[in-house]
C-alpha cells in the first residue's frame, strides 16, 4: 500500500537513476522503425546555475520528448553545455583579481589563462548536469556535446574556411560595438538600451547651430551636414567650405547634403564623427570622408583634444562645454533630454562605436546555392544562388519551418531585413580561435598583409590544410607551426569568435561523429555523410527557447545550418516567455527579491509540482507570473493524484483484487454503472484533446484540460460516485490512462504510481505506449451526458445551501421536478441524497409551486430546497433588512460619487475603473439580498 502522502525527496533520485541506468533517455529504447523526433538542448553556460528560464525551457523540451517517445518515435534531446566566451572569460578573471591577482592576462598570460578558464568549466560542468537532472530532463546524457569541445572546434574551422572561400567572410577596418569595460567587440544583438536623461547642448559651429549629448567627441568634427530638400540651407553647396572657431582653434568644414539629416529634428543640420557613430560611419563612407579617432578603446580622449588629452570622456564632457561657454559658443542646454545609451549586456559597459580592423561575414552576397521551399534532407539543391540574408527570410516566408507564435515571423523579418554584416571576431582568449595564421617574413613589405579580402582561401578537409593569400596570410583547419613558402614561424591571429558563430552550428555539430571529425584526410561533407547520427536525426523537429534570443541564436542557426549542411537545423521554433513576479516584474539577480531558485522550490514542493506551475497559464511568446504559491498550490495536485491512487489500491484491496493482474478492457458491461460509463467515455475524450494538444504545441491549455479532468471529474465526481460500489477494473483502467497522459508533464509521481497499478509485464512508464481512443459506445456517450445532469442537481444543491448559510452537516429537504429525468434522477437517489445531505428527497415529474423555498432552474429541471424550520426567519428578516439599508446607502454613495463629472475627468484612469468595479459589485451583492428577502417573504 502506498504511504499516505507524497513525499517527492524520497523518490525523484531514485526514479532518475532507474530511467537512466536503463537506458530509457536513448532513441535506442524506442522502436527502431519509429520516425526521428530530435531536440538540441539549447546549452546553458557551463559555469551557470540553473534559473528559471532553463527550468521552464527544461520542462517544455521534456513534455515535447516524453510524449513522442511514447508514441514509438526514435527520440533523442540533445544535451550540452556553451563555453560562453566573454561570460565565462569575465567570470573567472574576476576570481582570480579576488584572489589577490592584478592583471591576469598580464601575469598569466594567453596559454595559462586559458588553461586555468578551461579548469574552471570542467568543475562547473557537474553543477550544472545535476541541476538538469532534478528538472526530470529526460535527455541522452551519452550523446552530452560541449560548444568548445575539439570535434565542434573541427566542424567551427572548416565552416570559416569554407565561408573565406566563398567569400563571404572578410576583414576590414570597420565601424563595431566596442565594449571599453570587456576590452572586446560584441555583436548588435548584445546590446540593450538603457533611457538616461542628460543635458542636450546647442553650439555656434560657424554660420550654423549644432546639437549633441555629447561635445567631448567633436573635436575632429569637420564636415557639416544638411537634407539636400531643406530650404533653409538652400543657399549653402555641397562641398563648400568655410572657416570657423572650435573647441582647440580654427577649422575648415566642409557642407555635405544628405537625406541622413533629419530636417525636423533640432536645427536640422549636424556635424558628424565617423569615427564613433555607426550612422555617421555609413555617410562618410557614402561620400568618401575622411575618419579621425578621438576616444582611445579605454574611453579616454586621444591627442587630437589637445588640452584634454588623457582625460576620460565622463570628465571631460563638462569641461569641453565651459570652454565652448567662454569663447561664447555655447547657444543652449537642454537639461533634462531623454535619449538611449547602449550598453554591453554582457560587460554592462556602455557602448562605444571605434572602428577596427575585424572579421565579419557578409549576409548581402548572393553566393549560396539554396532551393527555395526546400524543407529538408535527401533533396538537392537547384542552383539558385542566394545571399544568406536571402536564406534565412526564404525559409520562414515559405514556410519551411514554422514559429509558434506566428505573430513572431513579423519581428523575425524585421530584424532580417535590417541585418548588417555580422562581425564575429572577439578582443578575448576564451573561445575558438580565429584560424588565420600569418608569416611576418612573408608579409615583409606589404602595408597591410592581413587584410586582403579577395583571396582564396583553403577548405575542404585537412588534406588541402592551407592555402597561400596575400603574400603571409595563411588559412588552416588545424593549427600549423611554419609557412609553406619560407618554412618560417607563423604567429596566429590573436582574436576569437563570436560565441555564437560557434553555438550556430548547434543542431548538426552536435549529431557529427566525433571520431570522424580526428580524420584529416575527411571533409566537412565526407563527415557529415558518415555521421549516422546526423543522418538519421538532423533537421531537428523543434527547437524550444525564449523569444528574447530570436536573434541572438535562432536566427544564426538558420544562418549558418542552411549554409554549412543545405538542411534547415529545425522544423519548428516554439518561443517561450519571460516568467515574471506576482505583480508582473522582471526576475532579476540585481533585485534579489524578485528571484525563485527552481532547486529551492523542487526541495521544498517537488519537480512536478514546479514544472505544471510553470507550464499551466504560460501560452507561447507571453510572458507568465509564477510565485510560490502557484507552485504550492500545484504541490496540491500531485498530492491528489496520489490520494486517488491510495483510494483505487484499499478498492482493489478490499475486494481481494490484485490490479496488477487486471487486463484493461476487461469488465462487463451489464456491470457498468452510468459513472462508470460516463468515466469510459471521458477518458476517450481526453486522450483525443490531450494527444490534439500536445502535436499542436497547446501545452498550457492540454495541462489545463488535464487537471480539470482529474480533479473535478475523476477525483470530486467519480471516485465519491464510487464509494459503496466500487468497480476495480473500471477504476484500475481510469487510473492507468491518467497516469500516462499526465506523465509527460509531472514524470515523477506518474512513475512511482505507475509501478504500483501497471499490468503485469509493462515496461516502465517512461517507454510505455501512448494511449489510443478507441471507439466509444453510444450508451457510454449518454451516460457521460446523463451524469452531467446528475452532477448539475447535485451542484446546484450545494450551491443552494451555501447560499442559505445552511450548515454543513445538517439535512435539508430537497424536491426535484423533471419531467425528462425522473427516471434518471430516482436511479441515482442514494447519491444525490448523500453527496446534497438530504434528509427528505421527493423527486416528482410535474412541477408544482412551492412556498419558502430556495430554488435553482436547470435545463429541463427544477431544484427547490425548502427553507421552512432552517433558520429564525424573523431574525433572518432583520439581518437581511439591516443588510439592504447600508448596502442601498453604500451604492447610492459610489453612484453620486461617479456621477461627479469633476472627479471622473481628473481621477486616474486606473481609480475611476476601480470604483467601477465597486460598483458593479455592491449592486451584484444588493440584488442577491433583495432576491433572497422574496424568498422568505
Not at 525527496?9 to 530530435?38: H, N
Not at 560562453?84 to 582570480?96: D, G, M, R, Y
Not at 560657424?206 to 567631448?216: C, M, V
Not at 571529425?517 to 563527415?527: N, R, V
Request: a neutral charge; one cysteine or more; hydrophobic letters at 35%.
Amino acid at each position: 500500500m502506498l504511504s499516505k502522502s507524497y513525499d517527492p525527496k524520497s523518490c525523484e533520485d531514485r526514479i532518475y537513476k532507474m530511467w537512466e541506468d536503463a537506458g530509457a533517455f536513448k532513441p535506442e529504447a524506442c522502436d527502431p522503425k519509429g520516425e526521428p523526433f530530435t531536440i538540441s538542448m539549447p546549452p546553458p553556460n557551463a559555469t551557470g546555475q540553473l534559473h528559471l528560464g532553463h527550468a521552464v525551457m527544461l520542462a517544455l523540451e521534456d513534455i515535447f520528448i516524453r510524449f513522442n517517445r511514447m508514441r514509438g518515435k526514435r527520440a533523442l534531446w540533445v544535451p550540452g553545455t556553451d563555453h560562453a566566451a566573454i561570460a565565462t572569460e569575465s567570470v573567472v578573471i574576476k576570481l582570480l583579481k579576488k584572489d589577490g591577482m592584478a592583471d591576469p592576462r598580464k601575469q598569466l598570460g594567453r596559454e595559462k589563462l586559458v588553461a586555468r578558464i578551461a579548469e574552471f568549466v570542467e568543475k562547473s560542468k557537474k553543477t550544472i548536469r545535476s541541476q538538469i537532472r532534478k528538472m526530470g530532463s529526460s535527455c541522452d546524457w551519452s550523446r552530452e556535446r560541449y560548444t568548445f569541445e575539439p570535434s565542434l572546434n573541427r566542424c567551427v574551422n572548416e565552416v570559416f574556411c569554407k565561408m573565406k572561400n566563398d567569400g563571404l567572410i572578410y576583414r576590414g577596418h570597420r565601424i563595431v560595438n566596442w565594449d571599453p569595460k570587456l576590452q572586446t567587440t560584441v555583436s548588435d544583438d548584445e546590446i540593450v538600451y538603457q533611457e538616461r536623461r542628460d543635458p542636450y547642448y546647442t553650439f555656434q559651429y560657424g554660420p550654423f547651430q549644432i546639437s549633441t549629448a555629447r561635445p567631448e567627441t567633436k573635436f575632429g568634427d569637420k564636415y557639416v551636414v544638411m537634407h539636400p530638400d531643406d530650404k533653409r540651407y538652400a543657399k549653402y553647396k555641397h562641398g563648400s567650405t568655410f572657416e570657423c572657431e572650435w573647441i582647440n582653434g580654427k577649422v575648415r568644414a566642409t557642407v555635405i547634403k544628405d537625406p541622413a539629416s533629419d530636417p525636423t529634428f533640432g536645427t536640422g543640420v549636424m556635424t558628424i564623427t565617423p569615427w564613433h557613430d555607426h550612422v555617421d560611419f555609413a555617410l562618410a563612407e557614402r561620400h568618401g570622408l575622411e575618419k579621425e579617432q578621438i576616444i582611445d578603446f579605454n574611453g579616454c580622449l586621444l591627442p587630437v583634444a589637445g588640452e584634454f588629452a588623457g582625460m576620460h570622456i565622463e570628465d571631460a564632457r563638462p569641461k569641453v562645454v565651459e570652454k565652448l561657454k567662454e569663447k561664447g559658443l555655447l547657444v543652449s542646454v537642454k537639461e533634462d533630454y531623454v535619449h538611449n545609451v547602449a550598453v554591453s549586456q554582457r560587460g554592462h559597459g556602455m557602448i562605444e562605436p571605434q572602428i577596427k580592423l575585424q572579421w565579419f561575414i557578409d549576409v548581402n552576397k548572393e553566393v549560396v546555392p539554396w532551393n527555395e521551399g526546400k524543407r529538408a534532407k535527401g533533396q538537392k539543391a537547384k542552383k539558385q544562388l542566394m545571399s544568406l540574408k536571402q536564406i534565412m527570410h526564404s525559409v520562414i516566408h515559405h514556410g519551411d519551418i514554422q514559429i509558434i507564435p506566428e505573430r513572431f515571423n513579423k519581428t523575425y523579418f524585421h530584424w532580417i531585413d535590417n541585418l548588417r554584416d555580422w562581425c564575429i571576431s572577439r578582443q578575448i582568449w576564451w573561445g575558438h580561435r580565429i584560424p588565420v595564421f600569418y608569416c611576418p617574413k612573408c608579409a615583409a613589405g606589404n602595408e597591410d598583409p592581413t587584410s586582403d579580402e579577395r583571396s582564396a582561401m583553403s577548405g575542404g578537409g585537412l588534406k588541402a590544410q592551407s592555402s597561400k593569400l596575400k603574400a603571409g596570410t595563411i588559412v588552416s583547419v588545424e593549427p600549423i607551426d611554419s609557412c609553406p613558402e619560407c618554412n618560417g614561424p607563423l604567429e596566429q591571429d590573436p582574436d576569437t569568435l563570436d560565441t555564437w558563430f560557434s553555438s550556430a552550428m548547434w543542431t548538426w555539430s552536435t549529431l557529427v561523429d566525433p571520431k570522424l571529425t580526428g580524420d584529416a584526410s575527411l571533409s566537412l561533407e565526407e563527415i557529415l555523410k558518415r555521421s549516422p547520427d546526423y543522418q538519421m536525426f538532423h533537421p531537428t523537429s523543434v527547437m524550444e527557447t525564449g523569444y528574447d534570443i530570436l536573434f541572438f541564436w535562432v536566427a544564426r542557426m538558420i544562418l549558418m545550418t542552411t549554409y554549412a549542411t543545405g538542411q534547415i537545423p529545425f522544423e519548428t521554433v516554439y518561443l517561450h516567455g519571460l516568467i515574471r513576479t506576482r505583480d508582473g516584474r522582471k526576475m532579476s539577480k540585481s533585485d534579489p527579491e524578485t528571484m525563485i531558485d527552481p532547486l529551492d522550490m523542487i526541495a521544498k514542493y517537488g519537480a512536478d509540482a514546479l514544472r505544471l506551475s510553470m507550464i499551466v497559464g504560460q501560452s507561447p511568446g507571453n510572458d507568465s507570473r509564477l510565485y510560490e504559491e502557484k507552485i504550492a498550490g500545484y504541490r496540491n495536485f500531485i498530492n491528489k493524484i496520489w490520494n486517488a491512487s491510495r483510494f483505487v489500491l484499499m478498492q482493489c484491496e478490499q475486494a481481494g483484487v490484485d490490479p496488477k493482474k487486471m487486463e484493461n478492457g476487461k469488465w462487463k458491461i451489464d456491470n457498468l454503472s452510468i459513472a462508470d460509463q460516463a468515466l469510459l467515455c471521458g477518458i476517450d475524450r481526453l486522450i483525443v484533446d490531450v494527444t490534439k494538444g500536445l502535436e499542436e504545441y497547446r501545452l498550457s491549455d492540454t495541462g489545463d484540460r488535464l487537471y480539470s479532468f482529474v480533479w473535478d471529474f475523476y477525483c470530486d465526481w467519480y471516485l465519491e460516485l464510487s464509494k459503496g460500489e466500487a468497480n476495480c477494473a473500471v477504476l484500475v483502467h481510469g487510473l492507468r490512462k491518467i497516469l500516462q497522459l499526465l506523465h509527460p508533464y509531472c514524470p515523477y509521481v506518474t512513475e512511482e504510481l505507475w509501478a504500483q497499478v501497471a499490468a503485469e509485464g509493462s515496461p516502465s512508464l517512461i517507454i510505455a505506449p501512448w494511449p489510443k481512443a478507441g471507439k466509444t459506445p453510444k450508451e457510454f456517450v449518454q451516460a457521460f451526458d446523463q451524469l452531467q445532469v446528475v452532477i448539475d442537481v447535485i451542484t446546484s444543491i450545494r450551491s443552494l445551501r451555501a447560499e442559505q448559510n445552511v450548515e454543513a452537516g445538517k439535512k435539508v429537504t430537497v424536491t426535484i421536478h423533471s419531467k425528462k429525468y425522473a427516471k434518471l434522477l430516482e436511479s441515482q437517489r442514494s447519491h444525490i441524497e448523500r453527496m446534497g445531505h438530504i434528509g427528505t428527497l421527493v423527486i416528482d415529474a410535474k412541477p408544482a409551486k412551492h412556498e419558502k423555498v430556495a430554488s435553482a432552474f436547470l435545463k429541463d429541471v427544477e431544484v427547490h430546497l425548502s427553507l421552512e424550520g432552517l433558520f429564525d426567519i424573523g431574525k433572518l428578516k432583520a439581518s437581511l433588512q439591516k443588510e439592504q439599508v447600508e448596502m442601498s446607502r453604500y451604492v447610492a454613495g459610489l453612484k453620486g460619487k461617479l456621477g461627479n463629472k469633476s472627479f471622473v475627468d481628473r481621477a486616474p484612469k486606473e481609480v475611476v475603473a476601480a470604483e467601477k468595479a465597486k460598483l458593479a459589485e455592491a449592486e451584484a451583492k444588493l440584488k442577491k439580498v433583495e432576491e433572497r428577502m422574496k424568498e422568505i417573504a
